[in-house]
């Protein structure tokens, strides 16, 4: 079993959809989570990021964390074309040590 | 500030060549990582560097990887001899104090290695 799972899909929204991604691990030491966006061809960058269980929110997304399921969501509300990209979940056990990555979701969004 | 900076941003080589990839990170930030990115993968850590000594290379396939980072700042990937799988996106990012609350990663755009 793979330390962090995430269904590549890919996921096809309309505009305005909200999108749901997810992440399963299972190291129950994980306590840092974060979602990272990566365009075509360009290096992920971090989206938002969780401590331990609990939900954050910034503007159109909504990170939640339930560590009793080892799960994770991203919500993203009012899809938008610019949303279409690959969202990489990755998690790490403590501050300092490097971030395992899932396989990423690529979301496409029409409008 | 300047993000991280790659080089080059493409390669093709053929099997059994050497190749070298570039990293500057962002000024100040300590920690500097290659990760492996495999099209339709996941980043996978290679190395992890603290100023210019090693703190994770378990997964670096030492046969043929190697990495350096001499003063703490700028850092090299090698590999040699190349395989065919090989071919990825390698991937350098830096952080600023990961002892410190969450390791936020900021990533450079890439390297992209084609194995012929």
């Known amino acids: 079993q793979k330390e962090v799972e995430q269904d590549p899909g890919p996921l096809s929204v309309p505009e305005g959809a909200i999108v749901s991604l997810n992440c399963t691990y299972s190291?129950?030491?994980?306590?840092?989570f974060m979602w990272y966006r990566q365009y075509s061809r360009k290096g992920p960058e971090l989206l938002m990021y969780?401590?331990?269980?609990g939900n954050k929110e910034d503007g159109r997304f909504t990170a939640q964390v339930d560590k009793s399921s080892k799960y994770i969501s991203l919500f993203i509300r009012d899809s938008q074309p610019s949303d279409s990209a690959t969202y990489l979940c990755?998690?790490?056990?403590?501050?300092?040590?490097?971030?395992?990555f899932g396989k990423g979701t690529t979301l496409s969004v029409s409008s | 500030e300047a993000g991280v900076a790659q080089s080059p941003r493409y390669k093709i080589i053929e099997k059994r060549q050497s190749v070298a990839f570039w990293c500057n990170p962002i000024?100040?930030?300590?920690?500097l990582y290659w990760y492996q990115q495999i099209l339709g993968q996941g980043p996978k850590l290679l190395i992890q560097f603290q100023n210019n000594g090693v703190v994770d290379d378990s997964q670096l396939p030492k046969d043929r990887f190697s990495a350096e980072r001499l003063k703490g700042v700028d850092s090299t990937l090698k590999i040699q001899p190349a395989k065919l799988e090989d071919s990825a996106v390698y991937l350098c990012?830096?952080?600023?104090?990961?002892?410190?609350?969450?390791?936020?990663?900021?990533f450079g755009a890439g390297s992209r290695l084609t194995v012929l």
């Open positions: 000024s100040g930030h300590a920690t």
């Open positions: 990012a830096s952080s600023l104090d990961p002892g410190a609350g969450a390791n936020v990663l900021t």
């Open positions: 190291n129950s030491a994980f306590q840092y």
């Open positions: 969780t401590y331990s269980s």
């Open positions: 990755a998690m790490n056990n403590q501050a300092g040590t490097a971030l395992i």
